[in-house]
């Protein structure tokens, strides 16, 4: 996220000890899923800070291509990889640097290093949050593209935050603006690089039944209208539903 969203009351929550934790000279330690807002968190508990992937910072440090005492507030991502992590930050405590950190994995030491720690819920949990997410992404993506899409003709996909989310807002805007010679064009160069996988007609052709077989049974339903629309024999439709592993 470029910007943290705090609409729901999850968020707002970690807004305001975000906030709080802006004034006070305590190690604070935001934990959260790839994708939930952990980094535009941590700008605002600190807009000036330089911020640092964690791992780097550990090797800089012992490459000695930085000095701790040129830093009195640091920003690290991913401190849940850094080796040894509660002697990498009492080496920042002697120094005295105000230390905002981000974490995936869950680690023993985080509870006896980190006076705050703010953990943030994923974007499935923060409905009011990721709709209003969802309709920035697609103000850009429409603005971008030229287009006019309406969220509600794109398939919304937020396993991985709002990583997954813009990924998936910007594919489906692509895909509703693009006319058939383009998607033609596509395909051709995404064959083209297959081929050097799979080289068999049969293993090829599974690139156009699949999301054929599915984009009919999202339309309409039953086996025996799809095997209708597609003018197909219905044993040879739920064969090919069983070939490819589509069963409901």
Same mark, same amino acid.
């Given at each position: 996220?470029?910007?943290?969203?705090? /609409?729901?009351?999850?968020?707002?929550?970690?807004?305001?000890?975000?906030?709080?934790?802006?004034?006070?000279?305590? /190690?604070?330690?935001?934990?959260?899923?790839?994708?939930?807002?952990?980094?535009?968190?941590?700008?605002?508990?600190?807009?000036?800070?330089?911020?640092?992937?964690?791992?780097?910072?550990?090797?800089?440090?012992?490459?000695?291509?930085?000095?701790?005492?040129?830093?009195?507030?640091?920003?690290?991502?991913?401190?849940?990889?850094?080796?040894?992590?509660?002697?990498?930050?009492?080496?920042?405590?002697?120094?005295?640097?105000?230390?905002?950190?981000?974490?995936?994995?869950?680690?023993?030491?985080?509870?006896?290093?980190?006076?705050?720690?703010?953990?943030?819920?994923?974007?499935?949990?923060?409905?009011?949050?990721?709709?209003?997410?969802?309709?920035?992404?697609?103000?850009?993506?429409?603005?971008?593209?030229?287009?006019?899409?309406?969220?509600?003709?794109?398939?919304?996909?937020?396993?991985?935050?709002?990583?997954?989310?813009?990924?998936?807002?910007?594919?489906?805007?692509?895909?509703?603006?693009?006319?058939?010679?383009?998607?033609?064009?596509?395909?051709?160069?995404?064959?083209?690089?297959?081929?050097?996988?799979?080289?068999?007609?049969?293993?090829?052709?599974?690139?156009?039944?699949?999301?054929?077989?599915?984009?009919?049974?999202?339309?309409?339903?039953?086996?025996?209208?799809?095997?209708?629309?597609?003018?197909?024999?219905?044993?040879?439709?739920?064969?090919?539903?069983?070939?490819?592993?589509?069963?409901?």
């Amino acid at each position: 996220m470029d910007e943290f969203i705090a /609409q729901s009351v999850a968020s707002k929550n970690a807004l305001n000890m975000a906030t709080l934790a802006s004034t006070l000279p305590v /190690q604070v330690l935001i934990f959260g899923e790839v994708g939930v807002g952990k980094k535009s968190l941590a700008r605002i508990i600190s807009h000036d800070a330089i911020s640092y992937d964690a791992v780097e910072f550990q090797d800089m440090i012992s490459n000695s291509s930085v000095k701790l005492e040129d830093f009195e507030i640091l920003i690290l991502s991913d401190i849940d990889r850094v080796n040894n992590i509660k002697q990498f930050i009492e080496k920042l405590e002697k120094y005295n640097i105000k230390l905002i950190a981000t974490a995936t994995q869950e680690k023993e030491s985080f509870g006896e290093k980190f006076a705050v720690r703010i953990d943030l819920l994923p974007l499935s949990e923060r409905e009011e949050d990721l709709e209003i997410l969802s309709q920035s992404y697609l103000q850009v993506a429409n603005r971008l593209f030229g287009t006019d899409t309406n969220i509600d003709n794109i398939k919304l996909d937020f396993s991985k935050n709002s990583i997954s989310l813009r990924e998936s807002i910007y594919r489906g805007v692509i895909f509703d603006s693009i006319n058939e010679t383009q998607v033609e064009t596509l395909l051709e160069g995404f064959l083209l690089k297959k081929m050097d996988e799979k080289n068999e007609y049969k293993e090829l052709l599974e690139i156009f039944e699949i999301p054929l077989i599915k984009a009919s049974r999202t339309k309409y339903k039953s086996q025996l209208q799809m095997a209708g629309a597609l003018n197909i024999n219905r044993n040879t439709l739920r064969k090919k539903i069983n070939q490819y592993g589509l069963e409901e």
